[in-house]
């Protein structure tokens, strides 16, 4: 327990050390990125009036989200819930996972490795088989019992993760969690259509064939450092979505890095990943599905 006071002290040291400039020019460059892939001018907008506003703020940012949480971002002028949560994880994780995708940087691995009690060969496991990306997922996976499907967490790992996220995020774990399903039940929530996603994956592979996208330099198993990967970003009524083909070692590895589309919510209703790919055997031989609901996806294919 000592220890992971330590480790929660030393994480408030560098809480307060992260200034609103720096998490102000995080969210400038984020819309400078958006601009440039041809995102949509409000939600552009919005990443800037946002650093308008933590600049003229008059406290540290982690100070207000240490004191009052998300909702005190909340009560900011401009701040939605989108822009509210990617400034948690700026703070509270060290990164911003949506800046990381957009520089073509993206590796939710490296950021898992840093927990107690995972390695680099953990995270690569935790990342393929549950597809999450952030701490906050993390936390929340070992908490509803994802985490313990993935071979080699076991409950002593898992209890590690617990309290070496705890004193990441400063509060304790079960109060957060104390409402959700017992251990091992699964996590509902509100979930886009499967029409949708797979409208957004058809958009998506039918503008990257054309040579109809921009193109960032993925960091990973890209040596040359070319612009190769094909990146969208696009609207369903409210909701925003930005569609890269994968770029994992797995997709990779099965020679699927242009067959596999992965999709991103992230917007003020909600924010959420899904891997589009082509059934390779059964009744959607062929077909596009969303990974995770191919029963979803065999009764649209049936209408």
Known sequence: MNADRDDADRHQLWLYVLSNE?????????????????????????YRKAATTLRGLPRPVPELLDESGVAGLLQLPGIGRSLARSIEQMVCGGKLPLLERLRGEHAPERLFATVADIGPVLAHRIHDELEIETLAELEAAAWDGRLRQVPGMGTKRIQAVRESLAGRFRRRSARRFHSQPAEGAPVRRQQPAVAELLDVDQQYRRLAEEDRLPRISPRRFNPLGQAWLPILHTQRHDRHYTALYSNTARAHELGTTRDWVVIYRDDEGDDGQWTVITAQFGPLHGRRIVRGREAECAEYYSR
């Open 22 to 46: 720096a998490v102000a020019e995080q969210l400038e460059e984020v819309a400078r990125l958006l601009e440039d892939q041809a995102a949509n001018p409000f939600r552009i907008q919005a």
